[in-house]
C-alpha cells in the first residue's frame, strides 16, 4: 500500500539519501508501520517501557493529570481556571475572562501561541507529544499501563489476542473495557466542564435528565469518542488525525532536537556473535547497533527509529530507554539512539546549546512574556461612552453647554464593580443621570451621562473628551469622546 503522507519527514535521516546508506530494509517509506499489505489495520502490542526517561515521563504525567483533572474545580478571582464555552463566546484563561470585545487581544494571544508552537518545534522538535501532550500522557501513563496490568507485557497480550474466547479471556478483556469505559467518560465529563464550566456539568447531573438531553447527549459523545480513541484509535490518533504531528515535515530542520539513532556509531548494524570482542567487530564494519530490535519491539507507533525522523515518532523516549539498557548490558556507552540535531549526528557531537536554540529560546520567552503581558494588562472593565441618538446640545441657565451620552459598562471580573466617571482633560461637570453605576459581575451596565462645559474650554464645533472610568479610587480605563457646541459661540 502506498503511503506517501509518511514520506516527507521520512527525508531526515540515514535514509535520506543526503546522509551516509543505511544498510536497512528501504520499503518502510512505502508502507505504514500499522497497516498490513492489503491495507488493513495492524494492531500494535509494544513492549513495557521502563527506564529513566520513562520514569521521569511518568512523574511529569502524575502532576499534569492532577492539573488535567483539578483543572475545572480551580478558581482564579473565582474564575475557573480555564473556560471554553464556544457556544455562549465565553472564555476564561488563567482567571482572566474574554468577552466578545476582546476578540482582538485573543487573537493576537492565539498568533502569539501558534508563532511559539512553530518556534518550540523549530528548536526541540516534537518534546510537547512526547512529554506533555494530553493524548500522549493518558494513552501511555493510563491506559496501556491499566492494559499491562490486566493483560501482562507485549508477548502475553499478543498471545491473549490470540487465544480463542474463554471464560478468563472474557473476564481479562470485560474489566480492561469497564474500566476504559469508566475513565473515558471521567475524561469526557472533564473536557465537558472545560467547556460549559463545573455548576452547569453538575447541574446536567444532579438534575432531571429530561431538562438537560443536550447536555446528556454531548456527555455520551465525549465518553464514546475517547473510548474510541483509547480503546481502539490509539496511536492512529497522532498519525492521521493530529495537525501539529502532520505539520512536523514543515516545522522540523537538521538542527532541531529530536529522537535520532546515531547512525555514525549505530551501522553497520549486526547481531553480535558470541565470543567476538567489540575490536573484532569493529575491525569487520560493524558498529554498536547489534540489531536486537529492542527499540522497535518498545515503539507505540511501530516504527524502527534507525530509519531516521518519521513522522509516526512521538517522541515518547522509550525507544531511548531500550537501547540504553541494551547498551548497558552490551557494556557500550549509552546514547546510541538519544535526543540530538541531524547536525548533531552527523559531526558526531553531542548535545549544545547552540547559537539558534539560544536564539528560539530567548524569542520563546519573549512570546511567552507579550502573552502574559496581553491576558494580565486587560482593563476589568470594556466602557464606551457616546452621545445619545438625536440629540445636540444644550445651553444651561447657567451659561454652560451640556450633551447627553450613553455609557455602556461591561465588567469581565466575576465581583461587583462600582463605577465612577470623571472628566479628565477640560474642567466640567460630569453627572450620571439615575443611580449610581455598579456593574453585576459578567455583566453590562447601561445608563445616561450629562456632561456639562463652561464656554471658555469649548473649542469651536467638537471638543475633544477624555472620561477617567474609576472603581474603588483604581483608574480602570480612560474613555475618549467628543462634545458638540455651537461654533457660533467661540
Ligand atoms: S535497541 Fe539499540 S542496539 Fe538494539 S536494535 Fe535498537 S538501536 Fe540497535
Ligand atoms: S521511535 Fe522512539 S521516541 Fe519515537 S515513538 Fe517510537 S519509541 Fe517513541
Redesign the pocket.
Known amino acids: 500500500m502506498s503511503s506517501t503522507h509518511t514520506s516527507s519527514l521520512r527525508g531526515i535521516g540515514p535514509g535520506s539519501g543526503a546522509t551516509p546508506p543505511n544498510p536497512g530494509p528501504e520499503d518502510f517509506r512505502n508502507r505504514l508501520s500499522t497497516a498490513d499489505q492489503e491495507g488493513r489495520r495492524k494492531w500494535l502490542f509494544p513492549r513495557k517501557p521502563h527506564g529513566r526517561f520513562h520514569q521521569a515521563r511518568a512523574w511529569l504525567s502524575v502532576v499534569l493529570l492532577a492539573i488535567m483533572f483539578a483543572g475545572p474545580f480551580v478558581r482564579i478571582h473565582g474564575n475557573p481556571l480555564l473556560l471554553l464555552n464556544i457556544v455562549e463566546r465565553k472564555f476564561v484563561i488563567l482567571g482572566q475572562i474574554f468577552w466578545p470585545q476582546d476578540m482582538i487581544i485573543f487573537a493576537v494571544a492565539l498568533l502569539v501561541y501558534i508563532t511559539g508552537i512553530i518556534v518550540f518545534t523549530a528548536a526541540y522538535g516534537r518534546l510537547w507529544c512526547g512529554w506533555l501532550c494530553p493524548q500522549t500522557v493518558l494513552m501511555e501513563m493510563v491506559f496501556r499501563k491499566i492494559e499491562y496490568l490486566l493483560e501482562g507485557d507485549a508477548h502475553k497480550q499478543r498471545a491473549l489476542a490470540r487465544s480463542p474466547w474463554n471464560a478468563g479471556k472474557i473476564l481479562r478483556k470485560g474489566v480492561k473495557h469497564a474500566l476504559f469505559f469508566a475513565l473515558s467518560f471521567v475524561i469526557g465529563n472533564t473536557l465537558l466542564a472545560y467547556i460549559i464550566g463545573t455548576e452547569q456539568l453538575f447541574q446536567i447531573i444532579t438534575d432531571n435528565p429530561a431538562k438537560h438531553l443536550e447536555g446528556l447527549g454531548f456527555m455520551s459523545l465525549f465518553t464514546l469518542v475517547f473510548y474510541g480513541i483509547f480503546a481502539r484509535f490509539r496511536e492512529q490518533a497522532c498519525t492521521f488525525i493530529c495537525p501539529y504531528g502532520r505539520l512536523q515535515s514543515t516545522l522540523l530542520d537538521e538542527n532541531s532536537i529530536v529522537v535520532a539513532?546515531d547512525y555514525n556509531r549505530?551501522e553497520l548494524?549486526g547481531r553480535l556473535s558470541r565470543n567476538q570482542t567489540w575490536d573484532q567487530r569493529k575491525a569487520v564494519g560493524r558498529g554498536?547497533?547489534?540489531?536486537?530490535?529492542?527499540?522497535?519491539n518498545v515503539c507505540p507507533t511501530g516504527i524502527d527509529?534507525?530509519n531516521g525522523t518519521q513522522m509516526e515518532c512521538v517522541h515518547c523516549t522509550a525507544?531511548i530507554d531500550?537501547?540504553d539498557d541494551?547498551?548497558v548490558r552490551v557494556s557500550r556507552p549509552k546514547g546510541?539512539?538519544r535526543y540530538a540535531s541531524l547536525n548533531g549526528i552527523e559531526k558526531s557531537e553531542p548535545l549544545r546549546v547552540t547559537p539558534r536554540l539560544a536564539g528560539y529560546t530567548v524569542l520563546l520567552f519573549a512570546l511567552g512574556g507579550l502573552l502574559a503581558f496581553l491576558l494580565f494588562s486587560r482593563s476589568d472593565v470594556e466602557a464606551t461612552i457616546l452621545r445619545a441618538q438625536g440629540t445636540l446640545f444644550q445651553k444651561m441657565p447657567d451659561g454652560q453647554f451640556s450633551n447627553l451620552y450613553t455609557i455602556r459598562v461591561v465588567n469581565k471580573t466575576s465581583r461587583e464593580i462600582p463605577i465612577e466617571l470623571k472628566l479628565e482633560n477640560v474642567p466640567g461637570e460630569l453627572q450620571v443621570m439615575g443611580k449610581e453605576i455598579v456593574v453585576a459581575p459578567q455583566k453590562l451596565a447601561q445608563t445616561s451621562v450629562l456632561i456639562k462645559l463652561p464656554t471658555t474650554v469649548m473649542k469651536s464645533g467638537t471638543t475633544p473628551l477624555v472620561v477617567g472610568v474609576y472603581a474603588n479610587g483604581r483608574k480602570l480605563q480612560t474613555v475618549k469622546t467628543g462634545f458638540i457646541g455651537p461654533r457660533e459661540d467661540r
Do not use: F, H, N, T
Open positions: 539513532y549505530g548494524r554498536d547497533c547489534i540489531d536486537c530490535k529492542e527499540c522497535v527509529i534507525r525507544c531500550a537501547c541494551v547498551m546510541l539512539i
